[in-house]
Protein backbone atom coordinates (compact mmCIF):
# COMPACT_ATOMS: atom_id res chain seq x y z
CA UNK A 1 0.00 0.00 0.00
CA UNK A 2 0.99 3.87 -0.75
CA UNK A 3 -0.03 7.41 0.06
CA UNK A 4 -1.09 9.31 -2.36
CA UNK A 5 -1.84 12.83 -1.27
CA UNK A 6 -3.32 15.56 -3.71
CA UNK A 7 -0.97 18.29 -2.50
CA UNK A 8 -2.10 21.36 -3.96
CA UNK A 9 -5.08 22.05 -1.22
CA UNK A 10 -4.10 20.12 1.26
CA UNK A 11 -3.09 21.73 4.51
CA UNK A 12 -0.01 21.98 6.23
CA UNK A 13 -0.43 20.17 9.49
CA UNK A 14 -2.19 17.09 7.40
CA UNK A 15 1.10 16.85 5.71
CA UNK A 16 3.00 16.87 8.96
CA UNK A 17 1.17 14.01 10.06
CA UNK A 18 1.75 11.76 7.03
CA UNK A 19 5.48 12.54 7.43
CA UNK A 20 5.29 11.52 10.49
CA UNK A 21 2.94 7.98 9.46
CA UNK A 22 5.06 7.87 6.18
CA UNK A 23 8.47 6.83 8.29
CA UNK A 24 6.95 5.44 11.31
CA UNK A 25 5.51 3.00 9.53
CA UNK A 26 7.88 2.68 6.32
CA UNK A 27 4.94 3.71 3.41
CA UNK A 28 5.99 5.17 0.29
CA UNK A 29 3.68 8.60 0.50
CA UNK A 30 3.72 10.98 -2.56
CA UNK A 31 2.42 14.41 -2.67
CA UNK A 32 1.30 15.32 -6.16
CA UNK A 33 1.11 18.98 -6.96
CA UNK A 34 1.47 21.39 -9.97
CA UNK A 35 4.15 23.53 -7.85
CA UNK A 36 6.99 22.54 -6.68
CA UNK A 37 6.56 21.49 -3.01
CA UNK A 38 10.07 20.74 -0.18
CA UNK A 39 9.45 17.28 1.64
CA UNK A 40 11.63 15.86 4.53
CA UNK A 41 14.69 13.76 3.78
CA UNK A 42 13.28 10.63 4.07
CA UNK A 43 13.36 7.26 1.93
CA UNK A 44 9.14 7.23 2.17
CA UNK A 45 8.63 10.91 1.46
CA UNK A 46 8.47 11.85 -2.40
CA UNK A 47 6.87 14.46 -4.56
CA UNK A 48 5.82 14.97 -7.90
CA UNK A 49 5.25 18.18 -9.60
CA UNK A 50 2.71 18.25 -13.00
CA UNK A 51 2.06 20.64 -15.49
CA UNK A 52 -0.04 23.28 -14.51
CA UNK A 53 -4.04 22.85 -15.85
CA UNK A 54 -7.40 21.64 -14.63
CA UNK A 55 -6.94 18.36 -12.89
CA UNK A 56 -3.56 17.56 -14.51
CA UNK A 57 -2.38 16.46 -10.75
CA UNK A 58 -5.79 14.36 -10.30
CA UNK A 59 -5.49 12.06 -13.68
CA UNK A 60 -1.81 11.37 -12.31
CA UNK A 61 -2.66 10.01 -9.13
CA UNK A 62 -5.64 7.71 -10.66
CA UNK A 63 -2.46 6.73 -13.27
CA UNK A 64 0.10 5.96 -10.53
CA UNK A 65 -2.23 4.81 -7.87
CA UNK A 66 -3.65 0.91 -7.33
CA UNK A 67 -6.45 -0.65 -5.76
CA UNK A 68 -5.64 -0.94 -1.79
CA UNK A 69 -3.99 2.73 -2.19
CA UNK A 70 -4.68 5.52 0.02
CA UNK A 71 -5.64 9.20 -1.58
CA UNK A 72 -5.73 12.12 0.48
CA UNK A 73 -8.08 14.49 -0.94
CA UNK A 74 -10.81 16.71 -0.82
CA UNK A 75 -11.40 16.66 -4.41
CA UNK A 76 -14.96 14.80 -4.74
CA UNK A 77 -14.43 13.70 -8.41
CA UNK A 78 -10.78 12.69 -7.75
CA UNK A 79 -12.13 10.36 -4.58
CA UNK A 80 -14.64 8.72 -7.09
CA UNK A 81 -12.12 7.47 -9.34
CA UNK A 82 -10.28 6.24 -6.69
CA UNK A 83 -12.72 4.47 -5.48
CA UNK A 84 -13.75 2.86 -9.12
CA UNK A 85 -9.95 2.32 -9.27
CA UNK A 86 -10.54 -0.23 -6.20
CA UNK A 87 -8.52 2.73 -3.77
CA UNK A 88 -9.33 4.47 -0.69
CA UNK A 89 -9.84 8.32 0.16
CA UNK A 90 -9.71 10.24 2.74
CA UNK A 91 -10.65 13.87 3.57
CA UNK A 92 -8.10 15.84 4.85
CA UNK A 93 -11.09 16.61 7.57
CA UNK A 94 -11.47 12.94 8.36
CA UNK A 95 -14.29 11.27 6.53
CA UNK A 96 -13.33 8.93 4.45
CA UNK A 97 -15.44 8.57 0.94
CA UNK A 98 -16.67 5.32 0.18
CA UNK A 99 -18.57 3.47 -2.65
CA UNK A 100 -21.84 4.27 -0.20
CA UNK A 101 -21.55 8.02 0.48
CA UNK A 102 -19.75 9.41 -2.86
CA UNK A 103 -22.88 9.58 -4.74
CA UNK A 104 -24.27 11.80 -1.96
CA UNK A 105 -20.83 14.20 -2.09
CA UNK A 106 -21.09 14.52 -5.95
CA UNK A 107 -25.07 15.23 -5.20
CA UNK A 108 -24.22 18.07 -2.98
CA UNK A 109 -20.61 19.31 -4.64
CA UNK A 110 -22.88 19.57 -8.09
CA UNK A 111 -25.98 21.34 -6.30
CA UNK A 112 -23.64 23.67 -4.73
CA UNK A 113 -21.81 24.37 -8.41
CA UNK A 114 -25.18 25.19 -9.76
CA UNK A 115 -26.24 27.52 -6.65
CA UNK A 116 -22.45 29.96 -7.45
CA UNK A 117 -23.51 29.64 -11.23
CA UNK A 118 -27.05 31.95 -9.96
CA UNK A 119 -25.33 34.02 -8.45
CA UNK A 120 -26.03 32.12 -4.87
CA UNK A 121 -23.65 33.60 -2.39
CA UNK A 122 -22.79 30.12 -0.63
CA UNK A 123 -19.49 30.76 1.08
CA UNK A 124 -16.28 28.86 1.40
CA UNK A 125 -15.33 26.18 3.51
CA UNK A 126 -14.70 26.48 7.22
CA UNK A 127 -11.51 27.34 8.68
CA UNK A 128 -9.44 23.99 8.99
CA UNK A 129 -9.51 23.59 12.66
CA UNK A 130 -7.43 21.42 15.53
CA UNK A 131 -10.64 19.22 15.53
CA UNK A 132 -10.27 18.80 11.61
CA UNK A 133 -6.84 17.62 12.41
CA UNK A 134 -7.54 15.41 14.97
CA UNK A 135 -10.68 13.74 13.43
CA UNK A 136 -7.55 13.02 10.35
CA UNK A 137 -5.11 11.70 12.64
CA UNK A 138 -7.73 9.52 14.30
CA UNK A 139 -9.19 8.33 11.28
CA UNK A 140 -5.77 7.75 9.42
CA UNK A 141 -4.75 5.68 12.64
CA UNK A 142 -7.97 3.46 12.42
CA UNK A 143 -7.12 2.55 8.53
CA UNK A 144 -3.76 1.64 9.20
CA UNK A 145 -4.79 -0.67 12.24
CA UNK A 146 -7.27 -2.18 10.41
CA UNK A 147 -4.63 -2.76 7.18
CA UNK A 148 -2.35 -4.42 9.16
CA UNK A 149 0.23 -1.02 8.79
CA UNK A 150 -0.50 -0.02 12.84
CA UNK A 151 1.96 1.53 14.86
CA UNK A 152 5.04 -0.38 15.64
Known sequence: MKIWVDADAC???????????????????????????????????????????????DQEIVRLMEAGDLVITGDIPLASEVLDKGGHALNPRGSFYTKDNIREYLTMRQFMDELRSSGVETGGPNVFSQADRQAFANQLDRFMAKTGRASP
Open 11 to 57: PNPIKDILFRVADRLGITTTLVANRLLSVPPSRFIKSVQVPSGFDVA
